[in-house]
């Protein structure tokens, strides 16, 4: 198992830009979560689905949409990237629910100029 | 309100000494309670989780975290560091009917050697 891949593992935009961060998993998990790190804040909840089709909001969420139409694939998208994103972004998934065991990703590393 | 918080945002320690980093939630309903750990340019692994029974729970490294609902806190606890132990660790706080795992700020443990 490959377990919960991102691409990419770096990316520079310049404002007004979009794009997607990819996220996939291959452990058949139900949940599936994106985080936002950024210095001394810990990591903050953008956007969460509790299965395929089923997506709600975070902490976070201005400016990131999600959809989630399979149980392996959860994208993020950044619709007119601002500085104010740039951070390291972690996608995380676990079989049914927050209190399971969250298995992250190895991160995004996003610059906004 | 309900929050988490941890207090100390960077812990230096010696190496086999022990060491406890804190941490405490405010809330009005019941919580569950976990410790994630993330090392150096890595995502973020569970270190050990509370959410029922007994309260003090231990991790396959020797690290041990105890409820005290009295106190609202969820302190981890190490009686012998080792330099692997540098990482940052965060607390999580999942508040009940609340789907969301909610992250504490974080807290950077360096070991000297």
């Known amino acids: 198992n490959a377990g919960v891949t991102q691409t990419p593992k770096f990316q520079v935009l310049k404002t007004g830009q979009s794009m997607t961060l990819q996220c996939a998993q291959d452990m058949n998990h139900e949940y599936m979560s994106w985080y936002r790190q950024d210095p001394g804040m810990g990591l903050r909840l953008i956007h969460y689905s509790v299965g395929a089709g089923i997506t709600d909001q975070g902490e976070v969420p201005n400016g990131y949409n999600v959809s989630r139409s399979t149980t392996e694939d959860f994208p993020l998208r950044l619709l007119s990237a601002a500085p104010s994103q740039t951070s390291v972004y972690f996608c995380?998934?676990?079989?049914?629910?927050?209190?399971?065991?969250?298995?992250f990703g190895p991160g995004t590393r996003l610059t906004v100029l | 309100a309900q929050s988490v918080t941890q207090l100390d945002s960077q812990v230096p320690v010696f190496e086999e000494a022990p060491v406890e980093l804190r941490c405490n939630y405010s809330s009005s309903v019941s919580v569950y309670l976990f410790w994630y750990v993330q090392y150096p340019n890595q995502g973020l692994q569970l270190l050990l989780k509370y959410l029922s029974g007994s309260t003090l729970v231990e991790s396959i490294n020797g690290f041990e975290a105890e409820f005290n609902k009295s106190q609202t806190s969820f302190h981890l606890r190490k009686p012998s560091v080792h330099i692997s132990d540098t990482a940052e660790y965060f607390c999580a706080v999942r508040f009940f009917g609340n789907e969301k795992l909610t992250f504490g700020t974080g807290t950077r443990l360096t070991i000297i050697p």
């Open positions: 995380a998934s676990s079989i049914s629910g927050s209190t399971d065991t969250q298995y």
